[in-house]
């Protein structure tokens, strides 16, 4: 069920603070960038969307290879880990957009200093957030694969995947999304993201940070995503709720893209005064 994590946009004619982008993205799901990269592109930035640790295949390859062992044996502080060290090798700090579980590592990464600005798309919430625990058991439930072996990865049926992440979509639609995306998880790194790996101090001041929702996210209600908002109280901290998207929101059309695009020409106009 997971995604390359990591995208990085590069655009010569930002100022120093905002020279380079790297954005991470979900869990169960590959090639999530791809669309966002060819629109980033357009407006002149470098990108790049490394994937994670383990899940450098195809989704077919990937679900064929079950159960994985490497894939099986990710967690999400090494994930964190991962990407952490992928930014340091750049020699400016890059925005950072991740989705979901991304979301969740954008905040991770952006307490440790390591962005100029981060986007949040329809994330995990860290732990402590409000409301978030029962909602997300009980969603997670299968996918945490309690009483069973961490050893076998989780995989997403069709049946979860139309209600929590293609849904108000066609049959067809969600068939075909499933197939182009939908790979296996660890069961550590769900189970990780309920303790306190996945802890974020509210109170420390932090770079330029943008939250999202969608109303029609049956898989991260904008609830959740409003009541992480409403978490922090230090430096610039945005959200935005959106009318029309569903958690898969890389296979709508690209009104979150371009939204974050106009968000981060504000926040460069900002810091440029």
């Not at 995208?7 to 799901?29: D, E, G, N, Q, W």
């Not at 020699?91 to 600005?117: F, M, N, Y």
Request: aromatic letters at 14%.
């Amino acid at each position: 069920m997971a995604l390359p994590l990591t995208f990085f946009l590069f655009k010569r004619a930002y100022v120093k603070r905002f020279a380079k982008i790297s954005c991470l993205h979900r869990r169960y799901i590959y090639h999530y960038w791809d669309e966002w990269k060819v629109y980033f592109e357009s407006k002149g930035y470098k990108c790049i969307a490394p994937a994670w640790p383990h899940k450098e295949a195809s989704p077919e390859e990937l679900r064929n290879t079950r159960p994985n062992d490497a894939i099986a044996s990710n967690r999400l502080a090494d994930l964190t880990d991962h990407f952490a060290s992928i930014v340091l090798e750049i020699p400016e700090k890059p925005i950072l957009i991740g989705h979901s579980l991304g979301g969740l590592i954008v905040q991770l990464l952006l307490q440790r200093g390591l962005g100029t600005a981060g986007v949040a798309l329809h994330a995990f919430p860290p732990k402590g957030v409000t409301g978030s625990t029962f909602s997300l058991v009980k969603k997670l439930w299968e996918a945490r694969g309690l009483f069973t072996s961490t050893q076998e990865t989780y995989m997403i049926p069709f049946r979860k995947w139309k209600q929590a992440f293609a849904n108000g979509m066609s049959c067809e639609e969600q068939k075909a999304l499933f197939y182009k995306y939908a790979i296996p998880e660890s069961k550590r790194v769900i189970r990780d993201a309920f303790k306190s790996t996945a802890k974020i101090d509210f109170e420390k001041p932090h770079a330029p940070l943008l939250l999202t929702s969608g109303i029609n996210d049956q898989m991260i209600p904008a609830s959740l995503n409003y009541n992480n908002y409403l978490h922090y109280t230090l430096s610039i901290t945005d959200y935005k709720e959106f009318k029309n998207s569903n958690h898969l929101v890389f296979d709508h059309p690209l009104e979150e893209a371009e939204y974050v695009f106009h968000w981060l020409q504000e926040i460069q106009e900002f810091y440029q005064h």
